[in-house]
């Protein structure tokens, strides 16, 4: 009959843990996969920490990227991203890539800068849909555009008062090199710039809805949502530069 003796069990199991851990290990030490990246950062999705599976040689230097996505547009622009990956403040900047405060308030920014992407589409494409509106009422003279401009303008008011903030939160402490500081700095300014512009042309379409000073208020509505159209679709795109670098458009 089959004994079990408690003592034996212990030492059986001890050993078949010892020998798996010494495969584990030798497989871990012949795998590249386990050496320490040198950029903990992806240098393409700020903020992103690099998985050891992805990465490329580039100039005589190993680079680690968060996804193969990333590795894929650096090496469509690697003198873009490249400053990222000798950036040590970006670099060492942690896991967040970013300098927000620890506790509650750091981890709110984070989550509202994680939004931003979720919520840019939004102004973008109402403030040109509302532009379209409003050269519809000019060429054709028709009122029936009148209504719908107006509420496309208020929605893109919305969607750009939600997006600016969760900007500022993604862009809050980042440690970004001086090549994408300057991108940012564009982007920054055209979207909150945009933004205001947009609510300028909505509160003078609200006055201009009035009996009083109508000349004025349209004038200044149809210029200011012109001009706000194309500061937030520009801030689209230096968006779309910092996150998938300058040639993002090319054919
Ligand atoms: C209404 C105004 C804005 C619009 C329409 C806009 C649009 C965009 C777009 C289209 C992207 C690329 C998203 C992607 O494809 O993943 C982006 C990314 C980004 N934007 Fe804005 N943006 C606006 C305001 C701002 C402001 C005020 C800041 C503050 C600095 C900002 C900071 C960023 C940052 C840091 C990114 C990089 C990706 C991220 O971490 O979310 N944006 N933006």
Redesign the pocket.
């Known amino acids: 009959m089959l004994r079990w003796c408690p003592k034996i069990v212990a030492v059986r199991i001890a050993l078949v843990w010892l020998a798996l851990s010494m495969v584990v290990g030798a497989s871990e030490a012949a795998n590249p996969a386990a050496v320490v990246p040198d950029n903990p950062m992806c240098p393409v999705m ?2 992103s920490a690099v998985d050891p599976e992805f990465w490329l040689d580039y100039n005589g230097k190993r680079i680690w990227f968060c996804c193969d996505n990333c590795r894929a547009r650096f090496i469509a622009n690697p003198d873009f991203f490249m400053p990222n990956v000798e950036d040590e403040a970006y670099q060492t900047a942690g896991t967040t890539g970013s300098g927000e405060p620890a506790g509650f308030v750091g981890s709110l920014i984070g989550l509202a ?1 994680r939004w ?2 979720v919520a ?1 589409h939004f ?2 494409a109402l403030a040109l849909a509302a532009l379209l509106a409003e050269i519809m009422t000019i060429m054709t003279g028709a009122r029936t555009f009148l209504p719908v401009s107006r509420f496309l303008l208020w929605t893109a008011v919305a969607g ?1 008062l939600l ?2 903030p969760f ?2 939160a ?2 809050h402490g ?1 440690g970004y090199s001086e090549v994408v500081q300057q991108t ?1 700095f564009r ?2 300014w055209l ?2 710039g ?2 205001a512009i947009l609510l300028i042309a909505l509160l003078a379409r609200e006055v201009a809805e009035k009996p009083k000073d109508r000349k004025f208020a349209w004038g200044l509505y149809r210029l200011s949502l012109f001009v706000g159209a194309v500061a ?1 679709a520009l ?2 795109y230096f ?2 530069v ?2 998938y670098g300058p040639d993002h458009f090319r054919f």
């Open positions: 700020l903020g800068g931003h992407p840019v102004p973008i750009a997006a600016a900007g500022w993604a862009a980042a940012v982007h920054r979207g909150t945009g933004g937030i801030a689209g968006g779309g910092l996150v």
